[in-house]
């Protein structure tokens, strides 16, 4: 088998992984925050409010990015979130992502555009609600793709 169709083949497998595993990661925060679960050392200089706003779209987005369910629409919100993130919260410590702790709010923001566009890949309640195989593709999100 050529290396191109088995690229091909493996692809929405891949991308459902690197899906599920962001999502996880991303819920993880918002389980910290919501449920003090896995507790985090220094938390605690947020007001409760944001707190409560922050954990709740980290905590609601992970699980729908992880279910694969309005993927699109889910991971555009995210990256924006974690770009407003990045750019409040670490961009005023220092210029440098290493020094001001940024790395995964830009890795988050970037996987979030990277999902938005690419799709939720294969295990996903959106390519349940496409309808069957043969009249989607593996990247799309849209429902009216393939009718």
Same mark, same amino acid.
């Given at each position: 088998?050529?290396?191109?169709?088995? #690229?091909?083949?493996?692809?929405?497998?891949?991308?459902?992984?690197?899906?599920?595993?962001?999502?996880? %990661?991303?819920? =993880?925060?918002?389980?910290?925050?919501?449920?003090?679960?896995?507790?985090?050392?220094?938390?605690?200089?947020?007001?409760?409010?944001?707190?409560?706003?922050? /954990?709740?779209? =980290?905590? !609601? /987005? $992970?699980?729908?990015? !992880?279910?694969?369910? %309005?993927?699109? *629409?889910?991971?555009?919100?995210?990256s924006g979130y974690m770009a407003v993130a990045y750019f409040l919260a670490h961009a005023p410590q220092d210029f440098f992502?290493?020094?001001?702790?940024?790395?995964?709010?830009?890795?988050?923001?970037? *996987?979030?555009?990277?999902?938005? !566009?690419?799709?939720? $890949?294969?295990?996903?309640?959106?390519?349940?609600?496409?309808?069957?195989?043969? #009249? #989607?593709?593996?990247?799309?999100?849209?429902?009216? !793709? $393939?009718?």
């Amino acid at each position: 088998m050529e290396f191109a169709a088995v #690229r091909a083949a493996a692809t929405p497998y891949a991308l459902a992984i690197l899906r599920v595993m962001t999502g996880l %990661l991303f819920l =993880e925060h918002g389980s910290a925050k919501l449920l003090g679960f896995p507790a985090m050392p220094g938390a605690g200089h947020e007001s409760h409010a944001m707190l409560m706003f922050t /954990g709740t779209i =980290e905590f !609601v /987005g $992970g699980a729908l990015i !992880v279910a694969g369910f %309005l993927t699109g *629409i889910v991971a555009f919100i995210l990256s924006g979130y974690m770009a407003v993130a990045y750019f409040l919260a670490h961009a005023p410590q220092d210029f440098f992502p290493l020094l001001n702790h940024g790395e995964s709010a830009i890795f988050f923001c970037f *996987i979030f555009l990277f999902l938005a !566009v690419a799709g939720p $890949g294969a295990w996903a309640f959106d390519g349940a609600r496409a309808g069957p195989p043969a #009249r #989607r593709r593996h990247g799309d999100w849209s429902p009216t !793709v $393939g009718r």
